[in-house]
């Protein structure tokens, strides 16, 4: 229940106080909630999983839609406070959990995917969107607040200062929207950086596959852990500058110049080279 003052009151009658260590930062500018909403376009026929729903700012206009909702919230008191409020509606279920913990596969009973949603806690937002990446073939899309530093490097092409392994790795995976900014004002307590909301739809058809996903993302990782070098350089630890000069590639060139394919053509090479060596 929220009080006169506004402020959500416990099971113990005592006001909510933000969390620090849990990313509570509350959303509660209405034209905001509803421009969100709005982007996400809930219908009657969905599931919906919301990450974080804290005191509700979503919850509720996500419920109303009448979409199967389970929400996913680590803090015990704010889950409480939710089971109480939205979580006896037939179409809610309230999770007291650790997004990081929770299996999709425990909701999804049918054959619809999932659509993921929230205000993200942005001190374990990579965490998440990795994974959940783990996991993309159940998800229909996902639309997220994020910090907006973390939604540039989300959509930077290459070439881009923010461009690197998030980016890389997303587009891997999804088609990346970022939808609009979202001042601080918007929340209580004020974050002390700016926000935005991003939609990240996973491909249907991959438009590029590499042979081995995990090999990409440690040829990925090893290359920007030193995006000042060479891509030999950079590299060296894991492919040869034989090898490398071997694919279609300047090896003179910086970790960022190199397009997503070329990171493919790279860790396929690698694959490659580990299943022929297993074969010998
Ligand atoms: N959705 C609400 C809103 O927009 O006002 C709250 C958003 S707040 C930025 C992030 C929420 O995520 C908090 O309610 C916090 O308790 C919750 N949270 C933090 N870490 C979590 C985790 N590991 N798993 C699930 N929820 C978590």
Known sequence: MRSRDGQVRLSNGMPHQARKRFGQNFLHDQG?????????????????????????????????????LDCVELDRDLAAFLQTNVGKQANVTIHQ????????????????????????????????????????SRIQDMVFMLQLEVVNRMAAQVGDKNYGRLGLMLQYYCEVEPLFNVPSAAFTPR??????IVRLIPHQTMPIQAKDPECLQVVIRTAFNQRRKTLKNSLKAIISETELTTLPL???MRPENLTLADYVLISDALTEQSESHENE
């Open 32 to 68: 905001i909630i509803d421009r969100i909403v709005q982007s996400i376009n809930p219908q009657a026929s969905d599931h919906i999983v919301e990450i974080g729903p804290g005191q509700g700012a979503l919850t509720r206009p996500l419920a109303a839609s009448g979409a199967r």
């Open 97 to 136: 959990q650790d997004i990081l913990k929770f299996d999709l596969a425990s909701v999804q009973h049918d054959s619809r995917r999932l659509r993921i949603i929230g205000n993200l806690p942005y001190n374990i937002s990579t965490p998440v969107l990795f994974y959940l990446l783990q996991q993309h």
């Open 191 to 196: 974050p002390k950086v700016s926000s935005a």
């Open 250 to 252: 300047d090896v003179s």
